[in-house]
């Protein structure tokens, strides 16, 4: 039997960047606000300390501060056909754990997408008719446009202190910068990184052929920044161990430097760590929720905490299992073609080139998760489609994420695979390497879904998130063309070896891939086809708030998070502005 616990005004179910955004805004508008995180507390001071946390067998390969896969996983499938097995090892993607969430060990690559992924469907029928949209997809837009996303894409950027170069201020382009980029109302509040000499090497190789080369937009920041919440970040020291790990010099905006202190520093935000959600409590009607109940892990007790407005904060993977087991909103069944919760599964399709000089030294051990420069030029509908086969497309850049001493062994095709040569050419290349990578957008079809899975359970005795995915024909395609763009760019820079590489065969859970799961719980102007509103209310509990990646309707040719973040930052302004004005539904 549950303990029931006093009412606040609003519970987060997890706290990494949406929770901790929420918690920010609600408690700075007067409500008391809880947050249930499952994981461990955690702190610059106390858990991200020199010299235990570039620690690489502890954090990338033993994934200490991600999801503890013992307790909870997803299983897996390709297709219908295939009964889905546990994921009981981490590869394709890393969900996050403990306080702040994956926004802790993120490497901080912060984009807006394009005013075109917002509309593709409509966009995409305008410029080439119904015969370009994938077969089988159900692309749709998002039901909200970029121009009413971009005052929070801005708050999220001032938030967390993003270095970059805007490419289009108020509409004028401006050279250096992304000019494909929707128009910002202002420059990014600190200036970019240094180029790596990679980076800088694919900047005048691209230059060359006629492409537009800008810094990465990075939440590793260029100098130190005190935000508007009056919270003080570092500057990055180029350390590499960024990706996989907590920053030791605050110089990575994570939720736990940044939203958190504010929430907390109010004194109407209470954080309940080793709080493992379970189910959100709904009233006879079924169209409001009571409560959220959870059980801490610490006692092994449950708890019923009830309130007024429950946000599910729980990343792509936790909102979409969480309306399943709460019975929120119907299941999508794909054969029927009916249901919405668990619709518009999809992921990040990529493509990309390695290089292989004799004659360059790169110093491949510094970098940060998101130092780089990219190009636009073929990402979204930046470029003309007709005759391709495929629509969008990726950004396509060269980083230095730092290349770490065990996991790093890049060696071009033909070394053996052990021995002597093997060490020789690990030697010579460790130093004298690096990727182009295409960061390519992913389509929604009917078959790629998310459900629960009949047969496995997790430790508390609830089914486990089915996932079936694989990669769509779009996808194949975009990806292989997007290999051939990295490969004229590549060899540009005369390497004396270079290796592209598309995508083919199918969809596999094991090389790691990208943490940007994505849809499941999609945004829409239409309840028989998503799950939440334009302001991420449920359609069917006008209480309870679904937000993250959960709400993508398909997913863009970047990294999610700037679009999480101003997402989260639009939810709680409607929640302020209007929901509490008049509770109910907003649309
Ligand atoms: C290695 C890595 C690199 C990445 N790099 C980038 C990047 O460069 N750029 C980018 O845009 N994105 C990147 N991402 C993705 C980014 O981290 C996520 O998009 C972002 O953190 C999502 O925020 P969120 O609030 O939705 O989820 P999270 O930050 O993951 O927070 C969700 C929280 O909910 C908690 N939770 C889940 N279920 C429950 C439950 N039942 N009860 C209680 N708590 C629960 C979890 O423990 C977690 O703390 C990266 C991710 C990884 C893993
Ligand atoms: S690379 Fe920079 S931001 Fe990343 S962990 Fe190191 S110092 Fe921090």
């Known amino acids: 039997m549950a303990t029931r616990l006093k009412p606040v005004d609003a519970v987060m179910i997890g706290v990494g960047w949406t929770g901790g955004i929420l918690a920010k805004e609600l408690t700075a508008a007067g409500l008391s606000v809880v947050g249930l995180e499952r994981g461990e507390p955690r702190s610059t001071e106390g858990s991200f300390v020199m010299p235990s946390i570039h620690d ?19 299983t897996f499938r390709n297709n219908l056909n295939q009964t889905a097995r546990p994921m009981r090892q981490y590869g394709s ?26 509309e593709i469907k409509s966009r995409t029928l305008a410029r080439y008719g119904q015969q370009a949209l994938p077969p089988n997809s159900l692309i749709q837009d998002w039901g909200i446009t970029y121009d009413e996303l971009e005052p929070y894409y801005d708050q999220f950027e001032y938030t967390c202190g993003i270095s970059g ?50 810094p990465r937009p990075s939440a590793t920041l260029s100098q130190s920044y005190t935000n508007p919440d009056g919270q003080t970040l570092g500057a990055c020291i ?39 959600v379970l189910r959100i409590n709904l009233d006879s009607s079924r169209k409001r929720a009571l409560s959220v109940t959870y059980l801490d892990l610490k006692s092994g007790q449950e708890f019923e905490q009830p309130a007024e407005i429950i946000c599910l904060t729980s990343y792509t993977l936790g909102n979409v299992r969480l309306l399943l087991l709460s019975g929120i909103g119907q299941p999508y069944d794909p054969v029927k073609g009916e249901g919405v919760v668990g619709r ?11 290089l292989f000089f004799d004659d360059k030294i790169f110093n491949s051990f510094m970098g940060t998760g998101s130092v780089g420069v990219a190009i636009d030029d073929f990402n979204g ?25 065990i996991q790093s062994r890049p060696v071009p095709p033909g070394t053996p695979r052990w021995g002597s040569a093997w060490k020789k050419a690990v030697a010579q290349y460790y130093n004298r390497s690096f990727g182009i990578g295409a960061q390519g957008a992913d389509m929604a079809y009917r078959e790629h879904y998310l459900d629960l899975d009949p047969v496995y359970r997790d430790a508390y005795g609830l089914p486990l998130l089915r996932m079936t995915y694989d990669w769509g024909p779009n996808e194949i395609k975009a990806s292989q063309y997007l290999a051939g763009v990295c490969e004229k760019i590549g060899r540009a820079m005369n390497p004396k070896t270079l290796v592209a590489r598309g995508l083919s065969g199918h969809y596999s859970i094991v090389p790691y891939q990208s943490t940007h799961n994505c849809g499941g719980a999609i945004m829409g ?56 004005k008049r509770p109910g539904p907003l649309v």
């Not at 600190?190 to 190789?205: D, H, I, N, V």
């Open 165 to 214: 170069k805007a490419g289009n201020l108020g509409g004028q382009k401006i050279a250096g910068g992304n000019v494909f980029e929707g128009a910002r109302a202002r420059e990014y509040p600190t200036p970019p990184l240094k180029p790596t000499y990679a980076a800088w090497l694919f900047e005048q190789a691209a230059k060359e052929l006629g492409y537009h080369p800008f």
């Open 238 to 276: 180029y350390c590499g161990f960024c990706e996989r790990f907590g920053c030791e010099v605050n110089a990575k905006a994570s939720p736990h430097i940044t939203v958190i202190p504010v929430a907390l520093r109010s004194g109407r935000f209470e954080l309940r760590t080793r709080a493992n």
């Open 344 to 354: 518009n599964y999809t992921y990040q399709a990529s493509a990309g080139a390695t």
């Open 525 to 580: 102007t239409d309840p028989k086809n998503s799950v939440v509103n334009k302001y991420l209310q449920s359609w069917d509990v006008s209480n309870v708030f679904v937000v993250g990646a959960s709400a993508f309707p398909q997913n863009a040719g970047y990294n999610p998070t700037g679009t999480v973040g101003a997402l989260a930052y639009w939810t709680a302004d409607a929640i302020k502005k209007l929901y509490l």
């Open 381 to 405: 509908d930046n470029f003309d489609h007709t005759g391709l086969g495929f629509i969008h497309g990726a950004s396509i850049t060269v980083g230095n994420t730092g290349a770490r001493p």
């Open 93 to 118: 993607f890393l969900p996050g754990e403990g306080l702040g969430g994956a926004g802790v060990h993120w490497n901080g690559q912060t984009w807006r997408f394009l005013p075109y992924d917002f």
């Open 56 to 74: 690489e067998l502890r954090y990338a390969l033993r994934y200490e501060l991600m999801q503890d896969l013992s307790r909870e996983t997803i």
